[in-house]
């Protein structure tokens, strides 16, 4: 029987029977049997199906995410916050002199309710003291660290493991499906590549997003890559168009976001010629992550609720459609 | 005997003969048998042969080539001045009270004298009055329509058939063998990958480059990015590792320029741990090119002269080295 089988498999034969199972198992099992998933389906089987008017090219299958809100959880802080500030800890407790001003004293001793008093320059300070003055190799060293140790405040899971089931499904789907998938988010790109090709099969040149200031440096006879405060580019609202046009020189095809600031990414996106998909993550779920929209403080969607169905976009209710919400749980 | 050989072809044998067949043909039959050919070679050999202690896994295999005198000519200026001052005057034709300067004015008379005295200052007011108030679509329509057409002030060729024949062999010979190569180039992304697919077999998201400021915009329900004054980042010198890094988020293990403004991304490029290639090519053939290197305005090569041999880096002699220049010439 076992020799059977594996003739069977080295067979053409054998080949088109694998793919064939492989078509009719449930690609995305973590979401409901839903009008949002057989949207998704009916879009990914319309352009790579070659007698399909609205056929797409394998090379101009384009699909671009967002992170915080879509791939992971966003509150009650931005993730990458949490590991500023610990960051920040770490830093201050070799030297407390770094703790030059009251955002950063308040960040280090936990009080965000000042640190979101701030505002953005307030974060763009705490970004600064955290993850400048040192080489690009370190920093990610410090990410890995504390991705691998440090456990969110709400759940007490590791923040790698508060990924959406249902999207790590989706990003290996339209892989599958011959997509080429990127990142295009409002964090920083030296924080996200460290976990993003472990998370969601998402190399380092398909990561996306806001970066710091650099210079080039050779130290001792090495040459280096050193982060320098300040921020060279936030890939946020019309930032991630140009972004993606800057660094791919296509228009995507499909976009997922769950914010304002990706409204321009999906605006963008679904104006283009031929079939375009846009969808917007809706955080409807208190009980099994959190619900929020127009009035968060994070996240915030509003432009998106009100436009985003007339321009055809996929409005996600997480509530409704996930079955599973985190990578982490079952 | 024409059904055999379709027979030969189609069964699996056929297949591994037409393998065998490509392997022993010499990839890079332009280059003159030289200790040249022979050291790129090698390490070729090396970094994908899964038997050696320096085999690199496919997924780092990253190849880097400067643009403007590595991988096509760039005498007695820069291709895309002559593109930047053709354009002028075709925009100054219609509206002659562009020519605000005597920077435009001695441009569009072909003053290059005068240009070349305002050094790069007067390069970028040619380039943002050339260069800006257009969506990079029609910007991309206006390159195209030029590079079919115009011609070369002292070679009569079209600019795309000046490309280097030995290096769209080495191109092909290193995706051959699973390298992913890329442009990294002063030039401009928007000019480069309008010709760059079709000329290198690099695609748009592979072409990194000096980039113009550009805006997101919704024009009558249309979006669109649009290209506008001043430059937002220069890909030359420090510039070049730094936008690797940023794109990448990796460092190539191969990398190829001709001039000091690539020293920074070869010396980046060969310090890194493991096997690694730089090769500067030397411009020495007056006779079917052009010759010129430390005392250059346009591309000089003074500091790789001096330390590239002892860096590791090889420095090609085109005289000695190519047995063919141009691609549009035999």
Not at 33 to 38: C, G, V, Y
Not at 154 to 176: A, F, I, N, S
Not at 180 to 203: L, N
Not at 239 to 265: C, Q, V, W, Y
Request: net charge negative; hydrophobic share 40%.
């Amino acid at each position: 029987m076992i020799s059977v089988d594996f003739k069977l498999l080295t067979s053409a034969t054998g080949i088109a029977v694998l793919f064939a199972t492989s078509v009719l198992a449930d690609p995305l099992p973590s979401w409901t049997d839903s009008e949002a998933k057989s949207r998704i389906m009916a879009f990914v089987d319309t352009v790579t199906d070659p007698d399909s008017v609205q056929y797409v090219t394998q090379s101009d299958r384009i699909a671009v995410f967002d992170n915080d809100g879509t791939l992971w959880a966003e509150q009650p802080v931005y993730f990458q916050l949490y590991f500023a500030i610990d960051r920040l800890r770490e830093l201050a407790e070799k030297d407390p002199s770094i703790l030059k001003t009251d955002v950063l004293r308040s960040a280090v001793a936990g009080d965000l309710e000042t640190v979101a008093k701030g505002g953005t320059a307030a974060l763009f300070e705490i970004l600064d003291a955290s993850h400048s003055g040192m080489t690009v190799a370190d920093f990610s060293t410090a990410v890995r660290d504390w991705i691998n140790t440090a456990k969110h405040p709400d759940t007490g899971m590791g923040y790698d493991e508060m990924t959406y089931q249902p999207m790590t499904e989706l990003l290996r789907y339209l892989r599958d499906e011959d997509f080429k998938t990127y990142i295009v988010s409002g964090g920083g790109i030296h924080f996200m590549r460290v976990f993003a090709e472990e998370a969601y099969g998402i190399p380092p040149e398909q990561v996306l997003g806001t970066y710091t200031n650099v210079e080039y440096q050779v130290n001792e006879g090495k040459p280096v890559i050193v982060k320098t405060p300040g921020i060279a580019f936030v890939d946020d609202k019309d930032g991630k168009p140009i972004n993606i046009e800057r660094t791919l020189g296509k228009r995507p095809i499909f976009a997922a976001g769950n914010s304002d600031g990706d409204f321009a990414m999906l605006e963008w996106t679904t104006a283009g010629d031929g079939p375009r998909f846009g969808m917007l993550v809706h955080h409807t779920d208190a009980q099994r992550e959190y619900a929020y929209d127009r009035d968060s403080h994070i996240g915030r969607l509003n432009n998106g609720l009100d436009k985003g169905p007339d321009l055809g976009w996929l409005i996600v209710d997480m509530a409704k459609d996930w079955s599973r919400i985190y990578t982490g749980t079952k």
